[in-house]
């Protein structure tokens, strides 16, 4: 799997990211309901609160925000498209943080441009399918601990009878089947962006997914319509085709891209030229405030540090209330330093982590969000999305959730957690998210071609554009795959994830 380019970041664009870190810590315990209203009174201590709208104000005065700053090299990709493709990316990152009106709104610094436009500030309705303590391996079931073996065994084949996935998936994450008739309970949707954090943190990162497959199988929500053979290539299964879809190819073809997208996120940390978390960048824009000295520098560690000085002046000029606003919370959580301001992102409570969570390190914050895209984008290509096809959830009534669209907030509810723990910047959160997704493409890719007939599906990506895979027999026995998007031929998203410069032959 190739690696993504370096991400490098220009002044604007670093105070832009680090208000928005510092905006999400400050309402970080604000209900999910309250978030939408401008009037909402955020009390930081007994002398300082402000509003949301206040807030918002702060963030808006930023020239990332503003519109494109001349001066800044922004966060660009490998050199040798940066001059160009860089500041369009550039544009691309800062659109997807505005509405349609070019604005920086309450809904789209918790979501995102695609985010706001797909709901509301609301957690996915699947977090209601995703009990915390779940299944053998949760401690839900009263067992000896002699019973529960230290791992669980082998993962099933794709044509290994059901009860073995179950017990598998159970064992594994906790995500368990809940049968129709019977009641599983209701877990409770995160209130706020800390529960939904925390609960991200404390969870194995594929628990929340697995249910809610579990939840469409249990329901009868069929596989995309276009995962059937047509009748008009029946044939080709004499070509060496597998055997139709089934819930047991769907589950294996989950836990195999969950597997590469951790594999995936993994390799990406390993490397040694990646951006400082944003723990140290706000460690480093408290030092520059503090002392500006550029004696004993050499031209990179110069060149460096005029970044964050660039973004330390901008944030100290243009959102200063936001500045004083988070000094004062370190200072309310007892990180006391006298003399200057003190903009440290303010550290995440400890909650015993479940068996299967990873631990809140950074690597495994972005693997959340990775595995989130990728699962995502398979419950919205690989099960019935029509309107025919709506999940009814125990407990509810009316006319059931829109599929897709829950699946699309599960991979914002994973960003969002991303962001509100201060692991990473939105920027890097969105890749991995496009990361996970062209994992699950390339993923579809493969299993279409060894599933061969005349199949196709089609989901919405997470930049809304319409996404479609086919495959048509060529001859016996072999297979091809194509790629559209918005109705057009297009590269595989692997490709453009890792674009550079391309030799053709014509």
Not at 174 to 188: F, K, N, V
Not at 321 to 348: H, Q, Y
Not at 395 to 405: C, L, V, Y
Not at 448 to 455: I, M, P, V
Request: positive net charge.
């Amino acid at each position: 799997m190739p690696r993504l380019p370096q991400l490098v970041t220009g002044a604007s664009e670093l105070a832009g990211e680090m208000g928005a870190l510092y905006a999400l810590s400050l309402v970080r315990e604000v209900p999910f309901a309250a978030l939408g209203n401008p009037h909402h009174v955020v009390t930081v201590d007994r002398r300082t609160h402000f509003t949301l709208h206040e807030l918002l104000c702060e963030l808006r005065s930023l020239s990332f925000f503003e519109g494109a700053s001349s001066t800044d090299q922004a966060l660009c990709f490998a050199p040798a498209t940066a001059s160009r493709e860089g500041g369009e990316d550039l544009e691309r990152r800062r659109q997807a943080r505005l509405n349609g009106d070019g604005q920086l709104t309450l809904r789209t610094l918790l979501r995102g441009r695609r985010g706001a436009v797909a709901g509301g500030l609301e957690t996915s309705a699947f977090h209601a399918e995703d009990l915390p303590d779940a299944g053998r391996y949760g401690g839900c079931d009263k067992m000896d601990e002699a019973q529960v073996p230290a791992t669980p065994e082998r993962m099933p084949g794709p044509d290994a009878p059901m009860s073995r996935w179950l017990a598998w998936i159970e064992m594994s994450t906790g995500a368990r089947l809940s049968l129709p008739g019977q009641s599983p309970g209701l877990a409770a949707r995160p209130v706020s962006p800390l529960e939904l954090a925390l609960r991200s943190q404390s969870a194995h990162p594929c628990r929340v997914h697995y249910n809610a497959a579990l939840r469409l199988l249990a329901q009868g929500v069929g596989f995309a319509p276009g995962l059937a053979v047509s009748q008009i290539a029946g044939s080709a299964f004499e070509g060496g085709a597998e055997r139709p879809f089934s819930s047991q190819k769907a589950l294996s073809l989950m836990v195999e891209t969950a597997q590469l997208g951790l594999g995936a996120a993994m390799r990406q940390a390993g490397r040694s030229n990646q951006m400082s978390r944003p723990g140290v960048q706000a460690a480093r824009l408290t030092a520059a405030l503090a002392s500006p000295d550029r004696r004993g520098r050499t031209p990179s560690q110069s060149a460096a540090r005029d970044v964050v000085e660039g973004a330390a002046r901008e944030l100290a000029e243009r959102a200063p209330n936001l500045l004083r606003w988070i000094d004062r919370l370190n200072r309310e959580r007892g990180v006391a330093r006298e003399g200057s301001t003190l903009l440290l992102l303010p550290s995440m409570p400890r909650v015993p982590a479940t068996p299967g969570s990873l631990p809140p390190e950074r690597v495994n914050e972005a693997a959340s969000v990775v595995i989130a895209g990728a699962l995502s984008t398979l419950l919205k290509a690989v099960f019935d999305t029509g309107q025919d096809a709506r999940l009814r959830l125990a407990g509810r009534q009316g006319g059931g959730i829109d599929i897709a669209r829950e699946a699309d907030r599960l991979a914002s509810d994973a960003v969002l957690a991303r962001l509100v723990t201060g692991s990473g910047f939105h920027a890097e959160a969105q890749r991995e998210l496009r990361l996970g997704e062209a994992i699950a493409v390339q993923m579809l890719r493969g299993r279409l071609q060894r599933l061969g007939g005349a199949r196709s599906l089609g989901f919405t990506d997470f930049d809304g554009r319409e996404a479609w895979l086919g495959v048509a027999p060529i001859t016996r026995g072999a297979h091809h795959v194509s790629f559209r998007r918005s109705g057009r031929p297009a590269p595989w998203p692997m490709e453009t994830l890792c674009s550079g410069p391309r030799l053709a032959v014509i």
